[in-house]
Structures are given as C-alpha cells and as structure tokens.
C-alpha cells in the first residue's frame, strides 16, 4: 500500500490525475482490508488524496470541454456558410465531444463528494478531528466551485450547508467553518441568512478582514447602508 502510494504521488506532480486516482483506490481496497489501529488515518488519507486528485482532474477536463466547446462554435458557424455533409459531421463530432466531457465533469463531482465524505469519517474514527473538520470544508468550498463550472447547481448550496453544519457538529469552535456556511448563503443571495454566519466567525477570529468586508457587502445589497457603512 506504502509503495503504491508512492507511486501515486510522484504520478499526482506530473498531472497524471487519471492514474494517480486508480492507484490510490488500489491503496484504498488494500487499506480496507488491513486490521492495523493506523489502518482509519490511513483510509482518511487516502481518501483525502482521492478528493484531491478528482479536484484537479476537474480543472483539467473542464479545459477541455472548454476548448472542445470553442470548436463546436467555431464549426457551427462553419456549416451556416458552408453546409456540407463533411462539416455537418466535424461539427456532430464536436458536439458529441463537449457533451460526453461535460456529463463526466458532473460525475466527477459526485466521486469528489463522496471521497471527501469518506476522508471526513475515517478523519473522525482516527481521533483527527480538525482534519475532519478541514475535509467537510474542503467538500463545501469544492461544492460552490460547481457555478463556475457551469454545472448544474440543484440543491448545491443545501448541500454544501450540510457539509459545514456536520463540520459545526465537529467543532463548532473553528471560525472557517461559519465563514463558509455563510458564502453559502451569500453566493445564493440571501443575504439576511448570510450574516449571522458571517458575525459568528469574525466572533471567533475577529481579525478577518475580507469576512467583515462581506457582512457590509451583505447590508448593501439589503439596501441597508448606514449599517454597511459600518
């Protein structure tokens, strides 16, 4: 599993994600089957590096669909002035293309969640409660990243609060995890839930600039000023 690991990492620098995620569910099978008191911390780990590899593996596909998105654009307009049966097919082709990298962008997300999920539990039976924590937070802020991925965003948000309310349930001490429940609600517009979450983690860690700057970002948009411009 060690070397396996290994493996996975060095293959992780040279963006190798597609494989660096086969091996570390390789290590994960192997880990899963171990008896060793180390063996949950060593699931977390893994799992977290799962997480991660599918995190960039997203980057990656969706600069992709990205390109091939461009493509089909450029052969649309293409086959308005020149209709051929040969760029009708160039352009089929692209299409097809963008659509097959966009339906695995989407399940991609759902593999990451449930890495994340994982990491999260076995973070907690390990006794890392911190790193559980982190995991939950991690899946939230990796869950809002869907709008600018232009995925469909059904329920994100709620779900992404589920995420930070377990985180919450945690350690309810730990000022990000507020911050992040109330980008949740800011992100969505809804402002007024915003932030109370937004005061309780400047409560914990008053030293956030950008979360106070956020709570007179709120106000505004409430068209509440006098108490943004504080």
């Known amino acids: 599993a060690e070397l396996l690991n290994h493996f996975a990492q060095a293959l992780f620098k040279v963006n190798n994600y597609e494989e660096t995620i086969n091996r570390i569910n390789h290590t994960i099978l192997i880990y899963n089957n171990d008896e060793n008191d ?57 299409t097809k293309k963008a659509d097959e990298s966009y339906r695995v962008i989407g399940n991609i997300f759902l593999d990451a969640d449930m890495a994340f999920q994982n990491a999260s539990y076995n973070y907690q039976n390990a006794g890392y409660l911190k790193q559980a924590v982190e995991a939950h937070l991690n899946n939230a802020e990796f869950l809002l990243k869907k709008e600018s991925y232009q995925i469909k965003r059904d329920k994100v948000y709620t779900v992404a609060r589920i995420e930070c309310d377990k985180a919450i349930k945690i350690d309810n001490k730990d000022f990000s995890t507020f911050l992040v429940k109330g980008t949740t609600y800011y992100s969505s517009r809804q402002y007024a839930k915003a932030i109370p979450e937004y005061e309780k983690s400047v409560e914990l860690n008053f030293s956030q600039k950008a979360t106070h700057y956020n709570i007179g970002l709120c106000f505004y948009y409430m068209g509440e000023y006098e108490k943004a411009s504080k």
């Open 38 to 94: 180390e063996r949950f911390f060593d699931l977390a780990k893994a799992y977290s590096d799962l997480a991660n590899g599918y995190t960039n593996l997203i980057q990656k596909l969706f600069n992709e669909f990205r390109h091939n998105e461009y493509l089909e654009s450029i052969l649309k307009e293409k086959a308005r002035m020149i209709p051929t049966d040969e760029v009708k097919k160039e352009l089929m082709e692209a």
